[in-house]
């Protein structure tokens, strides 16, 4: 009766397993945006898709110093998301709720980690 029910378990948990959705191992699930300007001005949105944790983050379009920042950060993502002002994850911060935490255009940001 045991090993009955020994297998069942077993049998119900790899279907389980094969059910849940995958991620790469250490990513955040979700997508992360932000919006930022062109060179004429023109706002666009930025996106970070399944971003891997723990890893210091550069919103590619405003690396450059002479850009300007972005802004409005949305973090939909399964981690939180912790926003710099500066690159390489420098100067005032801010955490952002994983599924759904947001910020105002007032937030500028450059860089991102998630945890």
């Known amino acids: 009766m045991r090993l009955r029910h020994t297998v069942a378990t077993a049998v119900g948990?790899?279907?389980?397993?094969l059910t849940?959705?995958?991620?790469?191992?250490?990513?955040?699930?979700?997508?992360?945006?932000?919006?930022?300007?062109?060179?004429?001005?023109?706002?666009?949105v930025g996106l970070l898709a399944d971003p891997p944790s723990r890893a210091c983050l550069a919103l590619?379009?405003?690396?450059?110093?002479?850009?300007?920042?972005?802004?409005?950060?949305?973090?939909?993502?399964?981690?939180?998301?912790?926003v710099f002002a500066g690159?390489?994850?420098?100067?005032?911060?801010?955490s952002l709720r994983p599924n759904g935490g947001h910020a105002s255009d007032q937030l500028k940001v450059r860089s991102v980690v998630f945890s």
């Open 87 to 94: 690159p390489n994850c420098t100067g005032d911060y801010f």
């Open 20 to 44: 849940l959705p995958t991620a790469p191992a250490g990513a955040a699930t979700g997508p992360f945006t932000y919006v930022y300007s062109d060179s004429t001005g023109t706002p666009h």
């Open 60 to 82: 590619p379009e405003v690396t450059d110093p002479s850009v300007q920042p972005a802004h409005t950060p949305k973090n939909y993502t399964s981690s939180v998301a912790t």
């Open 13 to 17: 948990a790899l279907a389980l397993a």
